[in-house]
């Protein structure tokens, strides 16, 4: 049988209540955008679902693509029909036929849901009428409603009918745009890509600053944080990269500021950058791959005295997880295999034994009165290159401008 369409089930997104439309229509952007380079395929926004029909697309790379979009909770290849009783009857069957003969199915259950409410026969009715059809013209198999080999699911929607068996899960979540825009802390390690999946997760389209030291750090560590960038993209959209020339900072703590605080310093510093890039960019807030404890610029004093330079929201979604949680959704979402190439970024140059793990606001205003902070940010705003990311080149940097 030919199964000609997707259908797109929503998860959280139905839960929005007034705002739902602005969702759905986020995530139906989305899908366009991510799926663009397939041209046959059309799109139909009907409530509560999408259905996609591929106009002799394969569907394996179109759906290889729909489980990395957020705001899908699942979805499923399926048969359209006319609003016809006896469609749905032959579709059912032939559904049961099939997965008959691939699978050696023994039971199966019909679970159906009338969207339409105006079509006569209620959801009940159609369980058993369908059922009863496909279990007379059948052999060898029984109604199972409780632990079925096979759930034909159908759908009655306004223009159409849509019958469907098992489901793909997608990434849940809200579609990214839906939640602002956030500025990414992007190193090159392990935590920061996870923080900004996690982000656009829940609906924020990011976009990212690196500081990076060179000669101290090469075009290799750069192109890392490039590609740890563009693996995101897979998950929204493409991503406005801000590289910040950091070695002077660095140089110069190393001179002039007490060995124990240049890592709280360093810090606030690049928060001030961040803060600047963010604002410039209408970003509503900063998000980091920190997590509490992991590293003597994580601890509460250290957030606490870090946090001080800047009024924006900081976003830390790692901050309850251990290294080998975030080292898992690294993992799963492809970035970790990149993180872990072996070329410094900017955080271990200069980098001292002896950093304070309880760093004081007090001490390090009275140390930053004695240090030209202005000027060396200002400088570092100034000389940072803002480069695209995308997965598609033109076509996506097109898409991009639109935001």
Do not use: W
Not at 91 to 112: C, D, H, N, R, V
Not at 157 to 183: N, W
Not at 296 to 314: D, F
Not at 348 to 374: G, M, Q, W
């Amino acid at each position: 049988m030919e199964y000609n369409h997707i259908l797109i089930r929503f998860g959280e997104l139905a839960l929005k209540g007034k705002n739902r439309s602005f969702f759905e229509k986020q995530l139906l952007q989305n899908m366009k955008f991510t799926l663009k380079g397939l041209s046959n395929l059309t799109f139909k926004r009907t409530y509560g679902r999408i259905v996609i029909e591929l106009n002799g697309e394969n569907h394996e790379p179109v759906m290889e693509k729909l489980s990395n979009i957020f705001g899908i909770h699942s979805f499923s290849l399926a048969l359209k029909v006319e609003n016809d009783v006896d469609e749905m009857k032959k579709a059912a069957l032939g559904i049961l036929k099939e997965q008959q003969a691939a699978e050696g199915i023994k039971t199966f259950k019909i679970t159906s849901k009338r969207a339409y409410k105006p079509f006569p026969i209620d959801s009940q009715q159609l369980n058993q009428m369908i059922g009863g059809y496909v279990l007379s013209q059948s052999e060898d198999i029984s109604v199972d409603v409780h632990n079925p080999d096979l759930d034909i699911r159908v759908e009655v929607r306004e223009t159409a009918t849509y019958l469907t068996f098992g489901q793909y899960p997608g990434a849940g979540g809200l579609p990214v745009g839906t939640g602002g825009k956030v500025l990414l802390m992007l190193s090159g390690g392990i935590d920061s890509p996870v923080a900004g999946y996690l982000t656009m997760k829940r609906g924020a389209r990011i976009e990212a600053v690196h500081f990076h030291s060179p000669p101290y750090t090469n075009e290799r560590a750069l192109q890392k944080v490039k590609d740890l960038a563009q693996t995101l993209t897979k998950y929204g959209s493409s991503i406005r990269l801000h590289l910040v020339p950091f070695t002077e900072i660095q140089q110069y703590l190393h001179k002039e500021a007490p060995s124990n605080y240049q890592m709280t310093l360093m810090r606030r510093m690049m928060l001030r950058i961040s803060e600047r890039i963010a604002r410039e960019r209408d970003i509503l807030a900063i998000a980091s791959g920190e997590s509490l404890g992991q590293v003597a610029s994580q601890t509460l004093h250290s957030m606490n005295t870090i946090n001080e330079v800047t009024n924006l929201p900081i976003i830390r979604p790692l901050i309850t997880m251990d290294k080998l949680e975030v080292i898992d959704i690294a993992k799963k979402i492809d970035t970790f295999e990149t993180s872990i190439l072996p070329f410094e970024d900017c955080c271990t140059i200069f980098l001292p034994s002896d950093s304070k793990t309880r760093p004081k606001r007090e001490h390090a205003n009275k140390f930053e009165k004695y240090l030209e902070v202005d000027k060396y940010v200002n400088d570092a705003v100034e000389r940072t290159e803002s480069v695209q990311i995308t997965s598609v080149s033109k076509a996506e940097k097109d898409m991009e401008d639109l935001f």
